[in-house]
Structure formats: structure tokens, C-alpha cells
């Protein structure tokens, strides 16, 4: 019975990871504000997201820093966490940390997103009840 309920709670947190994932990229779609032709494919293994989002951090770093600052601002990912990753690697290397970081900021929105939205939900049908 033990192993039936490990297994079930594994599995439910690998769909719950994906899930969030998905939620992800489709933030990042809207956060790079892509055209519908160059959109990130939502099968996209990790690896290579990050090496596609650090493709666009060393592009935008190198032609448009305004725009690349405006976008972290945008998607919420720490000051200090980037001045690092950018202080203490090599371009290529700080692009991949940089992209690391946007995506595991999106993947903590999508699940904040999650956990108020089934708050709220809770919450209403608390006040439903009585």
C-alpha cells in the first residue's frame, strides 16, 4: 500500500512539473513578446530552453542592454542573482545562468499563480458553506 501511495504522489508531482513548465514557456512566449512564428515550442526539452533564452540574453545584452534590463525587470527575476551570474562567468556562461534564472523565475510565478488561484477557490467555497 506504501509503495502504491509513493508511486502516486510521484507521479502527480512529475504531471504537476510539467505542467508548471508548459505554464512557463507559455509566459515566456508572452514575456519576449515573439512573433507567432519564432514562438518557443512547448515540448522543448530543458536544456535546450535554456540554450534558446540564453541565445536571445546574449543578443539582447549585446544590442538592445535597455530592452534586456526591461525585461528582467518585467519577469520579476532578482538584481542581485543576475549582476552575479554576469560578474562571475564568461559571456557565454553568464547567458545560460542568466536563462536559468528567467526560467526558474517563471516556473515560481506559475506555481504562486497556482497555489492563489486554488486559495481563492478554497476560500470560496468555505463562505459557500456557511
Known sequence: MAK???TWYWSYRKRE???SYT???KMLNEQFDFADDSQLP???SYDRLVEKIAGIVDQLVSKDPERFIW????MDVSEPKV???LG???IDDSCKVVAELIIE???QRVKTREFYKDAFKDAGEDEERL
Request: aromatic letters at 4%.
Open 42 to 44: 512547448m515540448d522543448l
Open 71 to 74: 525585461t528582467l525587470y518585467r
Open 105 to 107: 523565475r517563471q516556473i
Open 83 to 85: 549582476k552575479a551570474a
Open 17 to 19: 512539473i510539467c505542467m
Open 23 to 25: 505554464d512557463a514557456i
Open 4 to 6: 502504491e501511495a509513493e
Open 88 to 90: 562571475n562567468h564568461a
